[in-house]
T-cell receptor
């Protein structure tokens, strides 16, 4: 299947600062790149996604950028808040199957 | 939460016993998926279905089988559970467009002793 690498594996930020998580993928045919947030003991929740024909998408404090040439995409969280503390997963779609990164544990320090 | 439920939510079983997990949706999505989640591995696809009686393997399908006799139900069976199958299992629905937005069920925590 698709090889998705996600970095960093852990990220600690001061409240109010920005957080950036990066993912790379291998298959140039991939057409859809979602991000999921998972709080402890909960299900993964889709928070933002981007399609292959778009370079950037924003939704309030979160944004995703896609560089198809370099095969990487990133999640940006601005003005971080304690409720942003969670595990974040990137994913890549190929032929109706998602391949996930290993996850990034984000901790927002008050 | 996208009209998807899983049962049971928790199960403890012994090595060698059969186990069946159920996923039920009320959203009429064509595609349904089973994942397992283990520390350091993210979510890994076990099996998926693209319609009634239409299923295919994912990346970690060994030791698992699935069935889908109705649009709304997707069953995951461990024929003879092993300790390596101790995990959290998530069902997801999606595939309504080629961009494949997926929505997850609440998960089942399975412990094999």
């Amino acid at each position: 299947g698709e090889n998705v690498e996600q970095h960093p594996s852990t990220l600690s930020v001061q409240e109010g600062d920005s957080a950036v998580i990066k993912c790379t993928y291998s298959d140039s045919a991939s057409n859809y790149f979602p991000w999921y947030k998972q709080e402890l003991g909960k299900r993964p929740q889709l928070i933002i996604d981007i399609r292959s024909n778009v370079g950037e998408k924003k939704d309030q404090r979160i944004a995703v950028t896609l560089n198809k040439t370099a095969k990487h995409f990133s999640l940006h969280i601005t003005e971080t808040q304690p409720e942003d503390s969670a595990v974040y997963f990137c994913a890549v779609n190929n032929d109706y199957k998602l391949s996930f990164g290993a996850g990034t544990t984000v901790t927002v320090r008050a | 939460d996208a009209g998807i439920t899983q049962s049971p939510r928790h199960k403890v079983t012994e090595t060698g016993t059969p186990v069946t997990l159920r996923c039920h949706q009320t959203e009429n999505h064509r595609y349904m998926y089973w994942y397992r989640q283990d520390p350091g591995h993210g979510l890994r696809l076990i099996h998926y279905s693209y319609g009634v009686k239409d299923t295919d393997k994912g990346e970690v399908s060994d030791g698992y089988s699935v069935s889908r006799s109705k649009t709304e139900d997707f069953l995951l069976t461990l024929e003879s559970a092993t300790s390596s199958q101790t995990s959290v299992y998530f069902c997801a629905i999606g595939g309504d467009s080629s961009y494949n937005e997926q929505f997850f069920g609440p998960g089942t925590r399975l412990t094999v002793l």
